[in-house]
């Protein structure tokens, strides 16, 4: 990102830059504790960090390059108590949604049924469909796998 600094001239050129990235906008959904936070966090900062408040609900932007292209990615890291809730606030905005549960969590596996449910009736007349990841965390848990 390129900041200026200065007074703002008025110029009667707009330049559009050249490569202006497109944007995704994905959600991250799932039950309390899944991990989605730490997710975001490895994927935004490729760190892991153990501890996060669980009422916060951010989003997060982060430059990336997807076929030699730059794509402004946007995740959105929610904060639903128990299931899906006043899920119009991202059904709209997401392009892609990735839900998330803990292996070591049955419930947790249990409650992404109404995420896809929600999620699958609101992109069914979409064209073309969101896409949908159904995403295991954890997978250091193995030996404690309820799911
Ligand atoms: N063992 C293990 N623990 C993890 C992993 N990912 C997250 N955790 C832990 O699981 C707990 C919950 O992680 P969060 O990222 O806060 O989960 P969340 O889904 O954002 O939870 P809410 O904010 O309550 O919705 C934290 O103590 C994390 O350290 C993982 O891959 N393995």
Redesign the pocket.
């Known amino acids: 990102m390129s900041l200026m600094f200065g007074k703002a001239r008025t110029c009667n050129i707009v330049t559009v830059p050249e490569h202006e990235p497109s944007e995704v906008n994905i959600v991250i959904l799932?039950?309390?504790?899944?991990?989605?936070?730490?997710?975001t966090v490895k994927f935004l900062t490729k760190r892991f960090i153990?501890?996060?408040d669980?009422n916060l609900e951010d989003t997060y932007s982060s430059e990336e390059v997807v076929d030699q292209q730059p794509v402004l990615v946007k995740v959105m890291?929610t904060?639903d108590q128990e299931g899906p809730v006043n899920s119009e606030r991202y059904l709209g905005w997401a392009n892609a949604f990735i839900i998330?549960y803990s292996i070591d969590n049955r419930s947790s596996f249990e409650v992404c049924q109404q995420y896809l449910e929600t999620v699958s009736l609101y992109s069914k007349g979409l064209q073309p469909e969101a896409p949908v990841i159904l995403l295991g965390?954890?997978?250091?848990?193995e030996r404690y796998r309820h799911a």
Do not use: C, F, R
């Open positions: 799932g039950a309390m504790g899944s991990g989605k936070s730490a997710l153990s501890e996060y669980p890291d904060a998330v965390n954890k997978v250091d848990m």
